[in-house]
């Protein structure tokens, strides 16, 4: 898994962000939510930073939320101007991101994708995301990750 193409563009653009990242971490199995990548991780569940892609208006739109969390869908589109926000379809996700759902990573997509980040994350001093493919994971600080992905932090809940 470390050499696969949506791994290998993670690593690529965390080290073109100069992120301080020691490793992406593959896992034994894929982990598709925030309570199994705890568990795997021996971490709160709150730890870990779900990428969920949102259909914003025909745009996507990138919410990097606490696991211990829910998005407030109407509450993001209020806060973002947009009429209609609602999840991407698999085809929507990958088309934008170049990954699939379970494993996209809050970077390394073709083109830049606009990002919230959940405030909720920053009271851990290490969270974890996704890495390109469900069985991978790197930890990363909330200013960190707030930095590389060039996204707001939010209230998304």
Do not use: C
């Not at 990242?21 to 705890?38: G, K, N, Q, R």
């Not at 990573?105 to 009271?123: K, M, N, Q, S």
Request: glycine share 8%; hydrophobic share 50%.
């Amino acid at each position: 898994m470390h050499n696969h193409p949506n791994v290998i563009a993670v690593r690529d653009a965390l080290k073109e962000a100069g992120a301080d990242v020691a490793e992406i971490v593959i896992l034994d199995e894929a982990v598709h939510t925030a309570a199994l990548a705890a568990a795997a991780l021996e971490v709160e569940v709150g730890q870990i930073a779900n990428s969920l892609v949102f259909d914003a208006d025909g745009e996507p739109l990138l919410v990097l939320t606490s696991g211990a969390h829910r998005v407030d869908t109407a509450k993001v589109a209020v806060s973002l101007g947009v009429g209609k926000l609602r999840r991407a379809t698999p085809e929507f996700v990958r088309q934008h991101t170049g990954q699939a759902i379970g494993g996209v990573a809050p970077l390394g997509h073709p083109r830049p994708v606009r990002t919230l980040v959940d405030v909720a994350l920053e009271r851990f001093p290490v969270v974890w995301a996704a890495a390109g493919v469900p069985q991978s994971i790197f930890p990363i600080t909330y200013a960190d990750l707030v930095r590389v992905t060039a996204g707001t932090p939010a209230e998304v809940a």
